[in-house]
C-alpha cells in the first residue's frame, strides 16, 4: 500500500508565495516521476510542473519562472514552491508519483488526496 499525504495549501493574496510538500510512504521499491496536477471548478486537471528521479524538471507555460518543483528522494518527498501568485492559480493541488512497490511490480501511478489553494485578488 502506497500513500501521498499533501501539505501547505491554504489562503494567500495575489503576488504571495505558497510551498507544497508531498510525502510518499508504503510500500515503495523505487520512484519514478513526481509532480503537480491542479483542477480548478469547471475546468479538466492540468499538470504543472514534474521531475524526474534524475532531477529534469517541465513546467506548464503558465507557471514558468514563478513555481519551482524539486524533490528529496532520501525523504520520498517532492515540493512545490509558488511565487508570484496570480487568482487563476486557485485550485486544488494534487501530487502524483510513478511508483514500482516491488521489484517485481510494474510502474503505477499514484495520487494524493489535493490540497486547496486560493489566491485573493
Known amino acids: 500500500q502506497v500513500q501521498l499525504v499533501e501539505s501547505g495549501g491554504g489562503l494567500v493574496q495575489a503576488g504571495g508565495s505558497l510551498t507544497l510538500s508531498c510525502a510518499a510512504s508504503?510500500?515503495?521499491?523505487?520512484?519514478?516521476?513526481m509532480g503537480w496536477y491542479r483542477q480548478a471548478p469547471g475546468k479538466q486537471r492540468e499538470l504543472v510542473a514534474g521531475?524526474?528521479?534524475?532531477?529534469?524538471?517541465n513546467y506548464a507555460d503558465s507557471v514558468k519562472g514563478r513555481f519551482t518543483i524539486s524533490r528529496d528522494n532520501a525523504k520520498n518527498t517532492v515540493y512545490l514552491q509558488m511565487n508570484s501568485l496570480k487568482p487563476e492559480d486557485t485550485a486544488v493541488y494534487y501530487c502524483?508519483?510513478?511508483?514500482?512497490?516491488?521489484?517485481?511490480?510494474?510502474?503505477?501511478?499514484?495520487w494524493g488526496q489535493g490540497t486547496q489553494v486560493i489566491v485573493s485578488s
Open positions: 508504503g510500500s515503495i521499491f523505487v520512484i519514478n516521476t
Open positions: 521531475i524526474t528521479s534524475f532531477g529534469t524538471t
Open positions: 502524483n508519483a510513478n511508483i514500482r512497490s516491488t521489484w517485481a511490480a510494474p510502474h503505477r501511478d499514484y
